[in-house]
């Protein structure tokens, strides 16, 4: 399976995370967001960036390749909305860090499908590069990625 992550150029060559607190996990816990498709990577980044940093970049795309053998956990649609019907706002961060978080604790498996906080009908891949099976993750392609300017026209 094929996943995508748009990053700066600099940072696309390696699986490499800092473990800074965004929506999955917390300050200290390493996980790497990736997508499912190009266009909700594209659409996550919008998400996250001005329209001023997005043209200032140098944005490269790595495809990301998961070996088969790889197992996937899901936490589901469903199972977010029972928690809070509002899961995706910001203010659950602590709601989804938690579950994040216990995920990686667990090395269950070295992936998680989780919905889209922006398309709840996509899905992005999260990978814990601890787990003894991301030596089965590997890059498989790098190439530049350039945002169009109209899809964010304001810093």
Same mark, same amino acid.
């Not at 399976?1 to 990053?7: A, E, L, N, W």
């Not at 398309?119 to 891949?125: G, K, L, S, T």
């Given at each position: 399976?094929?996943?995508?992550? #748009?990053?700066q150029t600099?940072?696309?060559?390696?699986?490499?995370?800092?473990?800074?607190?965004?929506?999955?996990?917390?300050? =200290?816990?390493?996980?790497?967001? &990736? !997508? =499912?498709?190009?266009?909700?990577?594209?659409?996550?980044?919008?998400?996250?960036?001005?329209? &001023?940093?997005?043209?200032?970049?140098?944005?490269?795309v790595?495809?990301?390749? #998961?070996?088969?053998?790889?197992? #996937?956990?899901? #936490? &589901?649609?469903?199972?977010?909305?029972?928690?809070?019907?509002?899961?995706?706002?910001v203010?659950?961060?602590?709601?989804?860090?938690?579950? =994040?978080?216990?995920w990686?604790?667990?090395?269950?498996?070295?992936?998680?499908?989780v919905?889209? !906080?922006?398309?709840?009908?996509?899905?992005?891949?999260?990978v814990?590069?601890?787990h003894?099976?991301?030596?089965?993750?590997?890059?498989?392609n790098?190439?530049?990625? &350039?945002?169009?300017?109209?899809?964010? !026209?304001?810093?």
């Open positions: 399976m094929f996943v995508y992550r #748009i990053s600099r940072y696309a060559h390696s699986l490499h995370v800092p473990g800074f607190a965004v929506r999955w996990n917390s300050e =200290g816990y390493k996980m790497l967001y &990736t !997508a =499912g498709s190009l266009a909700l990577s594209c659409l996550e980044v919008l998400a996250h960036k001005s329209g &001023t940093s997005l043209q200032a970049g140098d944005f490269s790595a495809i990301i390749d #998961i070996s088969n053998e790889v197992l #996937i956990k899901e #936490i &589901t649609l469903e199972k977010l909305q029972a928690l809070d019907e509002h899961w995706y706002s203010d659950n961060y602590p709601l989804t860090q938690q579950l =994040g978080d216990q990686l604790n667990s090395m269950e498996s070295a992936i998680l499908k919905p889209s !906080a922006i398309i709840d009908m996509e899905y992005n891949y999260l814990n590069a601890a003894p099976d991301f030596s089965k993750i590997s890059i498989a790098i190439s530049k990625f &350039t945002f169009d300017p109209r899809l964010k !026209a304001n810093p």
